[in-house]
């Protein structure tokens, strides 16, 4: 039988030559592991799937800074998130 579990050192590896699938696994194994700080050097990289999840994140606990942050690292789909929150009515009256 054939060991089919990769390693991240294998991943690094293929990814560092471009390979973009294994980028997108490392961002999976990070985001599984709760580790944003890997997940904003693989952003950095230019892992679209790490800017993916990083939003994912920022929405979910409604982090406009964040979300501002990964816009500017080049992930558009951050920005239209900030928009879209930006621009949502909110839960206060006005006087």
């Known amino acids: 039988m054939t060991n ?3 390693d ?3 991943l690094r590896e293929l990814a560092d ?3 973009e699938t294994a980028l997108d696994r490392l961002a999976d ?3 599984a592991a709760g580790d944003l700080t890997e997940l904003s050097e693989l952003l950095d990289e230019g892992s679209t799937h790490a800017g993916f999840l990083l939003t ?3 929405v979910a606990t ?3 800074r964040e979300l501002q942050r990964i816009s500017d690292a080049g ?3 951050a920005g239209n998130e900030l928009d879209r929150l ?3 009515p909110s839960d206060r009256h006005r006087d």
């Open 56 to 58: 994912r994140r920022a």
């Open 62 to 64: 409604g982090d406009l």
């Open 4 to 6: 089919t579990k990769v």
């Open 17 to 19: 030559e471009g390979n």
């Open 29 to 31: 194994l990070a985001d």
């Open 86 to 88: 930006l621009k949502a």
């Open 8 to 10: 991240r050192e294998t």
């Open 75 to 77: 992930y558009d789909e």
